[in-house]
Antibody
């Protein structure tokens, strides 16, 4: 059974850089047809796709966030990460990592429990 | 504003049938991309219910079903139970954004 677990800073100040890690167990992040994704949910609001990355390390980002986000695989640790620069209060959200099944058009079949990130001065 | 449009809320009595709509356009659902549905209970991560328009994930009761036609999709729940009270989200792929898109979510209340 695939399991994902996010880790992050919790509380941040405006203009700082957010770094999140998703640890994957029960399978390899480099297995073919595995894509990985970041999704966030502001308090009381809906889901927003942030970006996806392929098992080969190719990345795809939401155009609304593309200038501030980057993501990468760490095959040695079986993890993938997300970086968001110049955070503001609008970036306050629960950040989920998930597996994107089969290809970029697929469903998110496994999710982490989520990591709350609060941006406040 | 979400790319996919869902009603903010629906409600039904125990045992009744409800449907939740998800409306897109020609760059997502109307382009033939698949629709997937998720259930989110308070304080938890979303859980995949229906994938590729009509397929129930293993372990999901057959009271849940999905359909798709044109630029829209629907989730139906029959025999409503109290435990079905949750938020439901649809998701697809958008060729203009070159990425995944979600509906705004629908809160289901079981009366």
């Amino acid at each position: 059974q695939l399991q994902l677990q996010e880790s992050g800073p919790g509380l941040m100040k405006p203009s700082e850089t957010l770094s999140l890690t998703c640890s994957v167990s029960g399978g390899s992040i480099t297995t073919g047809n595995n894509y990985w994704a970041w999704i966030r949910q502001p308090p009381g609001r809906g889901l927003e796709w942030i970006g996806s990355l392929s098992y080969g390390g190719n990345t795809y980002y939401n155009p609304s966030l593309k200038s501030r986000v980057s993501s990468s695989l760490d095959t040695a640790k079986n993890q993938f990460s997300l970086t968001v620069t110049s955070v503001t209060a609008a970036d306050t959200a629960v950040y989920f990592c998930a597996r994107l099944c089969c290809d970029l058009r697929g469903d998110f079949d496994y999710w982490g429990q989520g990591a709350l990130v609060t941006v406040s001065s | 504003q979400s790319v996919l449009t869902q009603p903010p809320s629906v409600s039904g009595a125990p045992g009744q049938r409800i449907t939740i709509s998800c409306t897109g356009n020609r760059s997502n659902i109307g382009a033939g991309f698949d629709v997937h549905w998720y259930q989110q209970l308070p304080g938890t991560a979303p859980k995949l219910l229906i994938y590729v328009n009509t397929n129930r994930r293993s372990g999901v009761p057959d009271r849940f079903s999905g359909s798709k036609s044109g630029t829209s999709a629907s989730l139906a729940i029959t025999g409503l139970q109290a435990e079905d009270e949750a938020h439901y989200y649809c998701q697809s792929y958008d060729s203009t954004l070159s990425g995944s898109v979600f509906g705004g979510g629908t809160k289901l209340t079981v009366l």
